[in-house]
């Protein structure tokens, strides 16, 4: 087995993020990150919003942003994890603008701070409406000018490589997909920044990559998962059958001043919270839930034709570009949108310091819980929360390399043999998942839904894994296999918990 000093699997700006400190840190040693699509093919490319941070003394505080987390998060986020993000994150951002991170800025040069729903101030660091891009192309650039990292493209993780007498990661198996052959890694720390899980639900703003598969390699080696249960989605995602996954009409075109309305043209947020459309996200998907239902309608409405056009182009240009893509003119007609599922507030459990359950296996950014989000993100903090994060991450790097060990595992990866085509098969096992999570495990979930779901989801995860054991392995095995497990995590999560808190809501609670 090949040996690798740092082993990282993902590459968006949690990954990435980690490289950057560990290479300046181990000029000497071999880092590596495994990414399954193209270099930049990530949750974070398509971050639109922007990333939190108090940077404004003279109008913000911390102590501001902390409450408004607090408040996102429904009484369970960790105190003592906020304020120490909160706190970190002028540092962050200001080692990101120095890596070449560019922000938008006002006629005077200052920092053009977006309003976002949930804060109590204009806080949000944006580029145009791509900051996600923006970052993506700043991080890769330095980590591609970094001589001691490499970025290993269509590399799939499939599984982690644990030592159970120490419960020691010691590397993973990865699926070369330009070869279609499975190698072993070794490696003295292995961090998982994996992201999301967004294609659990058919309806989903998160890229094909989002699969959860880090959190599913994570419960398979008995690694810690926590709050599972706490999909937060998106109020605002175009109603449009030309997307998928969903395209994103960003909160920050609510923070502009667009109005919802349902289908009879009725403003509606002011009936369910007087933050009216700047609520926390988890009132408002639950507010538009409500409002198709009682109006029979697939969608309700963003109106931004009272914005002053040129403005708001200027703000949102590819938001814009997109509306006219699909002859959706903002200026004279409302912008169709539903809900869609978006960001997974629980997975890996880690500590302060990012390290999971697991001896030398970190993990960061949407991947892991850190106590940050609570029952529901605070919108712009994960960008914030996988920076902090990786930073802390990289802090016990000498730690980990002296506690790894030698002593190699030689395990085997065997492959059956057998050539039946499966493809099929796996697309309607995916389908099916999708249809019954988005059913039954959403916006609005029952004891009922969520029980026949289970006993659903048990059942094709059994035949999955006898698909597994026998036949090659391929990508769509690999990622529905994964599914299921995260899926039924979800399902089994939110049936033991007894509360309804931030974006989880059980009508059975009622
Ligand atoms: C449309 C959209 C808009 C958003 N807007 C905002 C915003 O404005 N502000 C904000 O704070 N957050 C926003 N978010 C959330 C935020 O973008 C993500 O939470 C964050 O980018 C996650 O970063 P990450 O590094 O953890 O994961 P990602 O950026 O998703 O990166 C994960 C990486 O892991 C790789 N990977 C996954 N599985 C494997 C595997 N098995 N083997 C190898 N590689 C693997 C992927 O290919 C990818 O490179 C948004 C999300 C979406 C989808």
Known sequence: MQHIDFLIIGSGIAGLTYALKTATQFPDKNIVIFTKSNEDESNTKYAQGGIASVLDLKNDSFEKHISDTLIAGDGFCDPEIVALVVHE????????????????????????????????????????????????????????????IE??????????????????????YILDLNSNTVQGYHASVTLLASGGLGQVYKQTTNPSIATGDGVAMAQRVGALIKNMEFIQFHPTALFHKAFKPSFLISEAVRGFGAILKNKNGEEFMQKYDERKELAPRDVVARAIHHEMIVTQAACVYLDATHLDKHEFRKHFPVISKTLEEVDIDFTKEWIPVTPAAHYSCGGIEVNQHAESSIQNLLACGECATTGLHGANRLASNSLLEALVFAHRASLQNKKLLENACSNVINHTFLQPENHHNIKIELQTIKEELQEMMQRHVSIIRSDKGLNQTIERLQFLQRSLEILYKTHPISVTLIETRNLVTVALLIANQSLKRKENKGTFYSESLV
């Open 89 to 148: 994150a002028p540092g962050r951002i200001a080692e990101l603008i120095e890596w070449g991170t560019r922000f938008d800025k006002d006629f005077e040069g200052n920092y053009d701070y977006g309003l976002e729903g949930g804060h109590s101030q204009n806080r949000i660091l944006h580029y145009k409406d791509i900051t996600g891009l923006e970052i993506e192309r700043s991080l890769l650039k330095k980590v591609n000018a970094t001589s001691n």
């Open 151 to 172: 970025i290993k493209t269509n590399q799939l993780a499939i599984d982690l490589i644990v030592n159970p007498i120490n419960n020691t990661c010691k590397g993973a």
